[in-house]
Structure formats: structure tokens, C-alpha cells
């Protein structure tokens, strides 16, 4: 079974703090998305990107695809409560087959 | 409203007892997949559909079926649940037209299988 390698696991920062949410793979994909899961609800969408070394902002959140299209990175700029919840990065190839890392449970503390 | 519906949100079950969780969409999605999702695990794809007739296994598919006899509807059916498939589970679907078949998910079907 293929895995994304998703670090870290659990982050719990202040509100104010930048950080840097990772995901790694063995494998080269076609392309990457990051989501968002709040308590009792499904994933949202936040970005894909398909271009390696493509980066993507959404107000203060930077997304970036590695150049070998193996890994991915996801930052938050001055963190707020409302960034919390759990981040989750998505694989995808062209047969329809996808692959989530773990997720990053983020807690921004006031 | 553009949705995924699924049905039902919460099911306590037996082992042994066959069970249906339903899912449907209304964006005239092509594409359809069921997830579980476990903590520290993520979420895992079960199986997939790419169109009506086309269903394929996922990572995790053991114990379970699909069928995909109309576009809109995309059922998960558990023969004979175990305790191991208690957890929280997710339909999605996709545009083939998406760049890279993004997800847009129902709210989950929470299964605990005694």
C-alpha cells in the first residue's frame, strides 16, 4: 500500500505563529491537493497544484509542488483560530486511484 | 445546492449484518469513490468509479462491495461487517473534467460495528 509521508502529525502553535506542514513521497504523482477537515464535516478543497515547482497562494496560505512533483508543502502565515482543524494532502495520478497523507491536526491557540 | 448526500450519518450495527450505506450526488459527477478514514491513518479509498459500470478496488477494499448501475448513486455495501470496519466513512465525487479529479465530499457515515 502506498503512503505519503505527512508531517508532523499534531501541531498546536499561537495565534500569530507561521508554520510549515510537509508531504513526501517515493513515488511521482501528476498532481496535488491540499484539504481542510473541520470536526463532523467531509474535506474541502483548498488548492491543486499540477506544474512542479508551482506555488500557489490563497491569502495566507502558500502551497508549493516540488520540482519532481514527489513532495509538497503547505504554509500558514500568522496563524488564527479559525485556521484549525485537520490538513490533509491528496496524490493523484491518471488512473482515478488516490492517495491522502495522514493529515496534520493543527490547533492555533488564542 | 450543488451536494453529496449519504445515508445514514450514524449506523450501529452487529457482525454479520449485512449493511448499505447509500451515496449520491447531483453535480453529474462522473467519478465517485468511498473513503474510511481512521485516526492517525488519513483516509484510505475503498473503491472508485470512473463512470457507471466502471468500479475499481482502492487501497483498502477487503470487505466490501460497490456498484455503479446509475451516475448519481454509488452504494457501499458491507456483506458480513466485522469489528475492523468500524469507523468513519466518506463519499465523494468528481468531475472528469476536474484537472485532478478534486473531491468534493458528503458529510460521513459514522459505523460502529459490535
Known amino acids: 500500500t502506498q503512503l505519503l509521508e505527512q508531517s508532523p502529525q499534531f501541531l498546536s502553535i499561537q495565534e500569530g505563529e507561521n508554520l510549515t506542514v510537509y508531504c513526501n513521497s517515493s513515488s511521482v504523482f501528476s498532481s496535488l491537493q491540499w484539504y481542510r477537515q473541520e470536526p463532523g464535516e467531509g474535506p474541502v478543497l483548498l488548492v491543486t497544484?499540477?506544474?512542479?515547482?508551482e506555488v500557489k497562494k490563497l491569502k495566507r496560505l502558500t502551497f508549493q509542488f516540488g520540482d519532481a512533483r514527489k513532495d509538497s508543502s503547505l504554509h500558514i502565515t500568522a496563524a488564527q483560530p479559525g485556521d484549525t482543524g485537520l490538513y490533509l494532502c491528496?496524490?493523484?495520478?491518471?488512473?482515478?486511484?488516490?492517495?491522502f497523507g495522514q493529515g496534520t491536526t493543527l490547533q492555533v491557540k488564542p | 445546492e450543488a451536494q453529496v448526500t449519504q445515508n445514514p450519518r450514524y449506523l450501529i450495527t452487529v457482525t454479520g449484518k449485512k449493511l448499505t450505506v447509500t451515496c449520491s450526488q447531483n453535480m453529474n459527477h462522473e467519478y465517485m469513490s468511498w473513503y474510511r478514514q481512521d485516526p492517525g491513518l488519513g483516509l484510505r479509498q475503498i473503491y472508485y468509479s470512473m463512470n457507471v459500470e466502471v468500479t475499481d478496488k482502492g487501497d483498502v477494499p477487503e470487505g466490501y462491495k460497490v456498484s455503479r448501475k446509475e451516475k448519481r448513486n454509488f452504494p457501499l455495501i458491507l456483506e458480513s461487517p466485522s469489528p475492523n470496519q468500524t469507523s468513519l466513512y466518506f463519499c465523494?465525487?468528481?468531475?472528469?473534467?476536474?484537472?485532478?479529479?478534486?473531491?468534493?465530499f458528503g458529510p460521513g457515515t459514522r459505523l460502529t460495528v459490535t
Open positions: 465523494a465525487s468528481s468531475s472528469a473534467r476536474a484537472q485532478a479529479y478534486e473531491q468534493y
Open positions: 491528496l496524490f493523484s495520478g491518471n488512473t482515478g486511484k488516490l492517495i
Open positions: 497544484v499540477v506544474t512542479g515547482g
